[in-house]
């Protein structure tokens, strides 16, 4: 992920045209510098101008936000190279918030839940051919890796369908 993340200069440099790129990268980047707890209450909500409009659970978190803005984008524009943001407006947009929570809880499943879903997708004969393994540990891993890609190809087919 840092990789990906330190990639973001590179991408925004070539295609610094395009207003739906800076705006991903700068949602990205905001993303990374506000970390898990400001997630938890502040969604980016749209890059105009060099104006980054941030959505905020409640005033609290808007007065709050308000006196980091500067050191924010200092952050911001630091770890993207360049100035591509200039100002920061707080807006409080509970709903936005709690939308883009719900979305994250849906996506975040218990490592039981992912556990119990990558051991149904295991077919018989899979399990027979992971018998050729002898440590228990080493097979019950390669049993766990190999039902989570067969339920992620399972997924990704039924998205298609």
Same mark, same amino acid.
């Not at 060099?50 to 905020?56: W, Y």
């Not at 943001?85 to 947009?93: A, C, K, N, W």
């Not at 975040?108 to 039981?112: Q, V």
């Given at each position: 992920m840092d #990789?990906?993340?330190?990639a973001?200069?590179?991408?925004?440099?070539?295609? =610094?045209? +395009?207003? #739906?790129?800076r705006e991903a990268v700068?949602? *990205?980047?905001?993303?990374r510098?506000? /970390?898990e @707890?400001?997630s938890d209450?502040?969604?980016p909500f749209?890059?105009?101008n060099?104006?980054?409009? &941030?959505?905020?659970a409640?005033k609290?978190?808007?007065r709050?936000?308000e006196?980091l @803005? /500067?050191q924010m984008?200092?952050k911001l %524009?630091s770890?993207? /190279?360049?100035?591509i943001?200039?100002?920061?407006?707080?807006?409080?947009?509970e709903? +936005?918030? =709690? *939308? #883009?929570?719900a979305?994250h809880?849906?996506n975040?499943?218990?490592? *039981?839940q992912?556990r =119990? &879903?990558?051991l #149904?997708?295991?077919t018989?004969?899979?399990r027979? @051919?992971?018998d050729?393994i002898?440590?228990? %540990?080493?097979r019950?891993?390669?049993l766990? *890796?190999?039902g @989570?890609?067969?339920a992620?190809? %399972?997924?990704?087919?039924?998205?298609k369908d």
């Open positions: #990789e990906l993340f330190r973001l200069p590179k991408l925004l440099k070539q295609f =610094e045209d +395009t207003e #739906e790129v700068a949602f *990205a980047a905001w993303r510098i506000a /970390g @707890s400001l209450h502040t969604v749209r890059l105009f060099k104006h980054l409009i &941030i959505a905020v409640d609290m978190w808007k709050h936000l006196t @803005s /500067g984008i200092f %524009n770890a993207l /190279g360049q100035a943001v200039t100002f920061i407006e707080f807006r409080v947009d709903d +936005t918030v =709690e *939308a #883009e929570r979305k809880r849906r975040l499943m218990s490592d *039981a992912q =119990e &879903i990558a #149904e997708e295991i018989p004969k899979l027979h @051919s992971a050729a002898k440590d228990d %540990n080493l019950y891993q390669f766990l *890796a190999a @989570s890609c067969l992620r190809k %399972n997924r990704l087919k039924n998205k």
